[in-house]
């Protein structure tokens, strides 16, 4: 599988989200994070963000929806340039039904699911998904610690689907990468510990050959 990390905005700068941007044009996704204040306690960015933000890097935008009904904004995100829309099984809207908006919308779809949602649940969507994000914190922050108890959960989805991109997101770092690799993630949400290094670009390389490592 190819190993792809996507550094979350979520850490960046957003007084100079150009210039961090910039920093991360080695990088395979950008990993951009969508909070209501509903479904999660916090509040980030939305569509208007991601549009103006899409003209000055060429780095496909993962979109991570972390709202209550993602099945009435897939429009938004798709026409301001999401590549992939995430959004969660928890979500109050239809999954079948947002799964094929994102797909008629030309978007790539994935599925995330939170620490207390079984790896059983996103199965029956395999076919049409490209992603399946196993989330290794509760949704909303940044910067917490990485719950290594969800590991069997990324094993059971990569004995289910051999070649999908599972991403994990929260808390990866230099180290926890190896065990979300080991475990069969192959795509890494990094915020803080790409934005708040010295170098971002080379913690970018640091990180996929960690990842690499254990493969
Ligand atoms: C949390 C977000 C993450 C967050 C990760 O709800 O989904 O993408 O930015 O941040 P770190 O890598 O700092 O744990
Ligand atoms: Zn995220």
Redesign the pocket.
């Known amino acids: 599988m190819e190993i792809k990390i996507a550094p979350?905005?979520?850490?960046a700068d957003y007084a100079n989200l150009e210039k961090e941007l910039k920093k991360c044009s080695d990088a395979q996704y950008i990993?951009l994070?969508v909070?209501d204040g509903h479904f999660?306690p916090?509040i980030s960015i939305g569509a208007p963000v991601i549009k103006a933000i899409r003209a000055v890097t060429e780095v496909p935008f993962d979109v991570?929806l972390?709202i209550s009904e993602p099945l009435r904004y897939i429009e938004d995100f798709a026409a301001a340039g999401a590549d992939i829309i995430c959004f969660h099984i928890e979500s109050e809207s239809d999954t079948e039904k947002t799964i094929n908006k994102i797909l008629e919308s030309g978007c790539k779809a994935a599925l995330a699911i939170k620490p207390n949602t079984p790896a059983s649940a996103v199965l029956k969507y395999l076919s049409k998904l490209s992603m399946v994000l196993v989330?290794?914190?509760?949704?909303?922050?940044?910067?917490?610690s990485?719950m290594a108890d969800m590991m069997p959960k990324i094993e059971e989805i990569r004995a289910a689907a051999p070649d999908i991109d599972i991403e994990v997101?929260?808390?990866?770092?230099a180290k926890t990468i190896k065990t979300a690799a080991k475990a069969g993630a192959n795509v890494f949400?990094?915020?803080?510990?790409?934005f708040?290094s010295e170098n971002p670009q080379e913690t970018i390389s640091m990180l996929k050959e960690n990842a690499k490592s254990v493969k």
């Open positions: 979350s905005v979520l850490a990993h994070d909070m999660v916090n991570h972390m989330m290794t914190v509760e949704p909303g922050f940044g910067g917490q990485f997101d929260g808390g990866i770092n949400v990094a915020g803080s510990a790409v708040k």
